[in-house]
């Protein structure tokens, strides 16, 4: 569906630059066609420009949220800029609508599999670049798409369970890396509230809204409403799901968790919302919302914990009971 959506959004765009090319030579009478392409390109890129600019604008005000974050200077500033609005034009009008992908697999990898989970408004193309460099790192990695777009987080679950497993199956492996972006780390959250993490080594969640966002007020759907923040960070989540989520969490489980985020999130905001309590907490600077999974040095990162994972040995027993529990629930469902 998304696929669908983003494919005709980038067709209205060449739409309207093309009306505008038209317009511009009919009425400005410029020297040459390709000045009148360019003037009715730019001025559509320029409104794409605005949106991103508009989410910083928004989030300026919870930027960071301690004396720890470093403020940035003005060419740092444009830098961040520049990244977070071209991985956002690569996002939805490249990866989106033309590369979505099942799997990628390894027979010679060394390392766990991977699932990834994409976020809010996203489908598997939103990894493309994340997939290359994985695939450069000859790691076998799944990707999943959650659908229905605007459902419960909740209803995600099922859908990552039969991903799990499948990874497992089609592997060997008795145990997969999660790495999910955005809301779809509170999703891998409710998978292991509900599931446990008996077949899971790590989740690793890049800028995801562990306490809520205020910009998720601006959104539509059920999901949007259950990652909603509207109070002060420092005191907990705000929305209902998230105050249920976080009472019914094992927090022993915790330790299978790291959070990599941004003090210059422009989506979370506060960016302070995605530090988990009693996980692994990595913050990073000057990295916008969807540039996380276009950057090079997270894409490193990433790497060097999912390597890591083959190698980690659990302190704690897996949840074969919540596992058990689950199964139960879907059978008598």
Not at 42 to 65: C, D, H, K, Q
Not at 73 to 86: I, K, R, S, V, Y
Not at 271 to 291: E, K, M, T, W, Y
Request: proline share 4%; glycine share 6%; with cysteine.
């Amino acid at each position: 569906m998304i696929a669908r959506i983003a494919k005709s959004v980038l067709l209205v765009q060449l739409g309207i630059i093309a009306a505008l090319f038209l317009a511009i030579e009919k009425f400005w009478l410029t020297e040459s066609p390709f000045t009148s392409l360019l003037l009715a390109t730019a001025a559509v890129v320029s409104v794409r420009a605005l949106i991103t600019a508009n989410t910083f604008m928004l989030s300026l005000p919870y930027e960071g949220g301690g004396s720890h974050t470093r403020r940035l200077a003005a060419a740092e500033n444009a830098m961040l800029f520049l990244q977070e609005f071209g991985a956002s034009l690569l996002c939805s009008s490249v990866g989106l609508p033309f590369r979505q992908f099942d799997k990628r697999v390894f027979a010679d990898s060394t390392a766990l599999p991977v699932l990834l989970i994409h976020g809010y408004g996203c489908n598997s193309g939103y990894w493309y670049q994340m997939s290359k460099a994985l695939q450069q790192a000859r790691i076998t990695h799944y990707a999943l798409d959650m659908e229905p777009v605007l459902s419960s987080i909740d209803s995600y679950v099922s859908l990552i369970e039969a991903a799990v497993q499948r990874v497992r199956a089609e592997t060997g492996s008795a145990k997969v890396v999660i790495v999910a972006h955005s809301m779809g780390g509170l999703a891998a959250r409710a998978y292991l509230r509900d599931v446990g993490g008996a077949s899971v080594a790590k989740i690793i969640t890049l800028g995801t809204p562990h306490h809520g966002t205020t910009l998720a007020n601006f959104g539509i759907g059920i999901n949007c409403g259950e990652m909603n923040w509207v109070g002060r960070a420092e005191e907990g989540p705000d929305s209902r799901w998230l105050h249920l989520l976080e009472a019914a969490e094992d927090k022993q489980l915790r330790h299978l968790i790291v959070s990599i985020y941004s003090h210059h999130d422009n989506i979370v905001s506060p960016q302070r919302s995605s530090h988990l309590p009693f996980a692994r907490n990595i913050a990073v600077d000057a990295i916008g919302h969807v540039a996380l999974a276009f950057s090079p040095d997270i894409q490193a990162r990433v790497i060097e914990e999912i390597n890591k994972a083959g190698n980690e040995t659990s302190s704690l027993p897996p949840s074969v009971t919540s596992l058990q529990a689950y199964q139960e629930r879907q059978r008598s469902a």
